[in-house]
Protein backbone atom coordinates (compact mmCIF):
# COMPACT_ATOMS: atom_id res chain seq x y z
CA UNK A 1 0.00 0.00 0.00
CA UNK A 2 1.20 3.53 -0.84
CA UNK A 3 -0.86 6.04 0.20
CA UNK A 4 -0.81 9.32 -0.94
CA UNK A 5 0.34 11.97 1.83
CA UNK A 6 1.20 15.83 2.14
CA UNK A 7 2.61 17.28 -0.65
CA UNK A 8 1.76 14.65 -3.60
CA UNK A 9 0.10 15.56 -6.48
CA UNK A 10 -3.49 13.71 -6.75
CA UNK A 11 -4.15 11.11 -9.90
CA UNK A 12 -6.30 12.14 -12.75
CA UNK A 13 -8.90 10.01 -11.55
CA UNK A 14 -12.54 9.37 -12.93
CA UNK A 15 -15.48 7.26 -12.21
CA UNK A 16 -19.33 6.95 -12.07
CA UNK A 17 -21.24 8.75 -9.08
CA UNK A 18 -24.65 6.90 -7.96
CA UNK A 19 -26.59 8.05 -10.45
CA UNK A 20 -24.51 6.52 -13.33
CA UNK A 21 -22.87 10.26 -13.85
CA UNK A 22 -19.14 10.37 -14.98
CA UNK A 23 -17.11 12.22 -12.27
CA UNK A 24 -13.04 13.48 -13.21
CA UNK A 25 -11.10 15.51 -11.34
CA UNK A 26 -11.02 17.74 -14.43
CA UNK A 27 -14.23 18.92 -13.30
CA UNK A 28 -12.57 20.22 -10.12
CA UNK A 29 -9.45 21.58 -11.12
CA UNK A 30 -9.25 24.91 -9.41
CA UNK A 31 -11.39 24.04 -6.31
CA UNK A 32 -10.68 22.46 -2.77
CA UNK A 33 -12.09 19.32 -2.46
CA UNK A 34 -12.66 16.62 0.37
CA UNK A 35 -12.13 13.00 -1.17
CA UNK A 36 -13.62 10.71 1.34
CA UNK A 37 -12.54 6.88 1.37
CA UNK A 38 -15.35 4.38 2.98
CA UNK A 39 -15.34 0.54 3.44
CA UNK A 40 -19.05 -0.22 2.61
CA UNK A 41 -21.95 1.83 1.68
CA UNK A 42 -25.18 1.63 4.79
CA UNK A 43 -22.75 0.09 7.69
CA UNK A 44 -22.78 1.50 10.70
CA UNK A 45 -19.59 3.80 10.71
CA UNK A 46 -19.78 4.04 7.37
CA UNK A 47 -22.99 5.95 7.51
CA UNK A 48 -22.17 8.11 10.89
CA UNK A 49 -19.22 9.41 8.51
CA UNK A 50 -21.10 10.16 5.52
CA UNK A 51 -24.18 11.57 7.63
CA UNK A 52 -21.79 13.95 9.54
CA UNK A 53 -20.29 15.27 5.91
CA UNK A 54 -23.65 15.54 4.96
CA UNK A 55 -24.99 17.50 8.26
CA UNK A 56 -21.86 20.17 7.70
CA UNK A 57 -21.68 20.32 3.88
CA UNK A 58 -22.77 24.27 4.53
CA UNK A 59 -19.47 24.90 7.04
CA UNK A 60 -17.58 22.89 4.79
CA UNK A 61 -18.80 24.62 1.27
CA UNK A 62 -17.92 27.85 3.25
CA UNK A 63 -14.61 26.98 3.69
CA UNK A 64 -14.54 26.13 -0.34
CA UNK A 65 -14.66 22.33 -0.17
CA UNK A 66 -16.70 20.23 -2.37
CA UNK A 67 -16.98 16.88 -1.05
CA UNK A 68 -16.69 13.31 -3.05
CA UNK A 69 -17.32 10.08 -1.34
CA UNK A 70 -15.37 7.14 -2.97
CA UNK A 71 -15.85 3.12 -1.98
CA UNK A 72 -15.68 -0.02 -4.17
CA UNK A 73 -20.02 -0.29 -3.80
CA UNK A 74 -21.64 -0.85 -7.24
CA UNK A 75 -23.45 1.96 -8.47
CA UNK A 76 -26.47 0.51 -7.46
CA UNK A 77 -25.95 0.11 -4.07
CA UNK A 78 -24.43 3.55 -3.54
CA UNK A 79 -27.46 5.12 -4.92
CA UNK A 80 -29.40 3.39 -2.56
CA UNK A 81 -27.00 4.76 0.19
CA UNK A 82 -27.49 8.48 -1.33
CA UNK A 83 -31.18 8.02 -1.31
CA UNK A 84 -31.72 7.11 1.85
CA UNK A 85 -29.85 9.34 3.46
CA UNK A 86 -29.99 12.26 0.99
CA UNK A 87 -26.86 12.96 0.72
CA UNK A 88 -25.77 16.34 -1.56
CA UNK A 89 -22.41 15.28 -2.93
CA UNK A 90 -21.32 12.65 -5.25
CA UNK A 91 -19.94 9.27 -4.14
CA UNK A 92 -18.41 7.39 -6.83
CA UNK A 93 -18.95 3.76 -7.32
CA UNK A 94 -14.86 2.42 -7.71
CA UNK A 95 -15.66 -1.65 -8.39
CA UNK A 96 -12.53 -1.81 -10.08
CA UNK A 97 -10.51 -0.26 -7.22
CA UNK A 98 -8.72 2.17 -9.99
CA UNK A 99 -9.29 5.34 -7.38
CA UNK A 100 -9.22 3.33 -4.39
CA UNK A 101 -5.51 2.30 -5.64
CA UNK A 102 -4.20 5.33 -6.92
CA UNK A 103 -4.86 6.89 -3.96
CA UNK A 104 -3.15 3.80 -1.96
CA UNK A 105 -5.99 3.28 0.86
CA UNK A 106 -6.38 -0.76 -0.35
CA UNK A 107 -4.34 -2.86 1.91
CA UNK A 108 -4.07 -5.30 4.45
CA UNK A 109 -6.24 -4.94 7.73
CA UNK A 110 -7.33 -6.84 10.62
CA UNK A 111 -10.63 -6.77 13.21
CA UNK A 112 -11.40 -8.74 15.82
CA UNK A 113 -8.12 -10.54 14.82
CA UNK A 114 -8.96 -11.23 11.23
CA UNK A 115 -6.65 -10.28 8.61
CA UNK A 116 -8.15 -9.11 5.35
CA UNK A 117 -7.86 -6.94 2.31
CA UNK A 118 -9.88 -3.96 2.08
CA UNK A 119 -10.27 0.04 2.29
CA UNK A 120 -8.51 1.48 4.74
CA UNK A 121 -11.15 5.03 6.09
CA UNK A 122 -8.76 7.57 4.78
CA UNK A 123 -9.81 11.20 3.94
CA UNK A 124 -7.75 13.78 1.53
CA UNK A 125 -7.76 17.18 1.77
CA UNK A 126 -6.65 18.60 -2.06
CA UNK A 127 -6.35 22.30 -2.50
CA UNK A 128 -7.23 23.87 -5.75
CA UNK A 129 -3.87 22.83 -7.72
CA UNK A 130 -4.52 18.84 -7.13
CA UNK A 131 -2.26 18.97 -4.11
CA UNK A 132 -2.68 17.19 -1.20
CA UNK A 133 -3.52 19.76 1.56
CA UNK A 134 -3.85 17.21 4.74
CA UNK A 135 -4.51 13.05 5.31
CA UNK A 136 -6.84 12.17 7.88
CA UNK A 137 -5.83 8.59 8.79
CA UNK A 138 -7.75 8.19 12.27
CA UNK A 139 -10.93 8.99 11.25
CA UNK A 140 -13.88 9.95 13.67
CA UNK A 141 -16.63 9.14 12.20
CA UNK A 142 -19.34 10.68 13.98
CA UNK A 143 -17.01 14.12 14.18
CA UNK A 144 -15.50 13.82 10.83
CA UNK A 145 -16.75 17.20 9.55
CA UNK A 146 -14.99 19.07 12.63
CA UNK A 147 -11.38 17.29 11.91
CA UNK A 148 -11.75 18.76 8.39
CA UNK A 149 -12.47 22.37 9.81
CA UNK A 150 -10.24 22.08 12.28
CA UNK A 151 -7.41 21.64 9.46
Wanted: with cysteine; aromatic share 10%.
Amino acid sequence: MNMLEKGDKIPDFQGIDQNGNPINYADFKGKKLVVFFYPKASTPGCTAEACNLNDNIEALSARGYQIIGVSADSVKRQKNFSDKYGFKYPLIADEDKKIINDFGVWGPKKTFGKEYEGIHRTTFLIDEDGVVEEVIKKVKTKDHANQILEK
